[in-house]
């Protein structure tokens, strides 16, 4: 086993950097934009995850049970992110909250969200963990970009040699890296190495918000055009769901299994579904993205 696949690769925004939001009055916050996503505007699962986190300001203890999203328009690294806070509801047992991010005075991103305090009930999972290898078994991924440069395009290259927003490693990456599949699907290893020292379990919540929103959209494009990260090809989430069914640590190695059950008019519809090691349903995801080809120099 090489010692890049056993050592932590850097991450692109540090736990720190993204639970990092100052008060600026009643329900109103401000966190930084980050770094650029591959679209060239605010990664949107930094405004996700500082949306929530705004949120739980406003809520005493209760941990996040769901939260329902939409991007509004694109947000640029140059300027900070403003939150406000709108509080729907205060039971015994339920919060609600709705958050709207924005730049300038213009609203880039709403999320709703609820929070439940857990109590006794039924208990079923359904959902099986996909039987691949072990994170320690499976390189990261700008190892195999590295390691196959020669065969793989361009933009692969520029978007994964470098430090990501979370350590990823992608399960059979030549099915979608390198060659076309015929099944809407992929599964990958991903976690926030930098957040041990984290102990609050919300806030765990709040990185694993983060990372869900990382390769989940483009799933739905893998069958349509090959390479999904190509220049001639756009893919833009157009909203976040996420439902959160037992606590996890977003330092430790999680999997995501995501897959596409439909697209169709410009529209492709992703879904995910997060385990841990030992086979637990940790949270599942949807998003809906645009989908567009864009044409090329000599198109134009």
């Given at each position: 086993m090489s010692a890049m696949r056993d050592a932590p690769m850097p991450t692109r925004d540090t736990p720190a950097e993204i639970l990092k939001l100052e008060a600026r009055g009643p329900d109103l916050f401000v966190g930084?934009?980050?770094?650029?996503?591959?679209?060239?505007?605010?990664?949107?699962?930094?405004?996700?995850?500082?949306?929530?986190?705004?949120?739980?300001?406003?809520?005493?203890?209760?941990?996040?049970?769901?939260?329902?999203?939409?991007?509004?328009?694109?947000g640029v690294t140059s300027l900070p992110l403003e939150y406000r806070v709108v509080r729907l509801r205060d039971s015994r047992r339920f919060a609600n909250r709705q958050i709207t991010a924005l730049q300038?005075?213009?609203?880039?991103?709403?999320?709703?969200?609820?929070?439940?305090?857990?109590?006794?009930?039924?208990?079923?999972?359904?959902?099986?963990?996909?039987?691949?290898?072990?994170?320690?078994?499976?390189?990261?991924?700008?190892?195999?970009?590295?390691?196959?440069?020669?065969?793989?395009d361009v933009a692969a290259i520029r978007n994964f040699t470098d430090a990501l927003p979370i350590n990823m490693r992608p399960v059979s990456p030549e099915t979608y890296l390198i060659h076309r599949p015929d099944r809407p699907e992929r599964i990958f290893w991903f976690r926030q190495?930098?957040?041990p020292d984290i102990e609050d379990p919300r806030q765990h919540q709040c990185l694993l918000a983060f990372g869900s929103d990382y390769w989940l959209a483009g799933v739905?494009?893998?069958?349509?055009?090959?390479?999904?990260?190509s220049d001639h090809f756009m893919i833009s989430s157009?909203?976040?769901?996420m439902w959160f069914h037992r606590p996890a640590r977003a330092d430790?190695?999680?999997?995501?299994?995501?897959?596409?059950?439909?697209?169709?008019?410009?529209?492709?519809?992703?879904?995910?579904?997060?385990?841990?090691?030992?086979?637990?349903?940790?949270?599942?995801?949807?998003?809906?993205?645009?989908?567009?080809?864009?044409?090329?120099?000599?198109?134009?």
């Open positions: 930084e934009s980050g770094g650029n996503n591959h679209l060239g505007s605010v990664f949107g699962g930094r405004l996700v995850a500082q949306s929530l986190l705004a949120a739980m300001e406003t809520v005493e203890a209760l941990p996040v049970s769901s939260l329902h999203a939409y991007f509004l328009a694109p300038g005075g213009r609203p880039i991103f709403a999320l709703l969200c609820e929070f439940h305090a857990p109590e006794e009930g039924f208990f079923h999972q359904a959902a099986a963990m996909p039987d691949v290898p072990p994170p320690e078994e499976v390189p990261p991924i700008q190892q195999f970009v590295r390691e196959r440069a020669a065969e793989l190495p930098s957040a739905a494009a893998v069958p349509h055009f090959f390479p999904t990260n157009l909203d976040h769901s430790e190695w999680l999997l995501h299994h995501t897959f596409s059950p439909a697209a169709g008019d410009g529209l492709g519809l992703a879904m995910g579904r997060i385990f841990d090691r030992q086979g637990r349903l940790v949270a599942s995801t949807a998003q809906e993205s645009l989908l567009r080809r864009l044409a090329k120099p000599s198109d134009s």
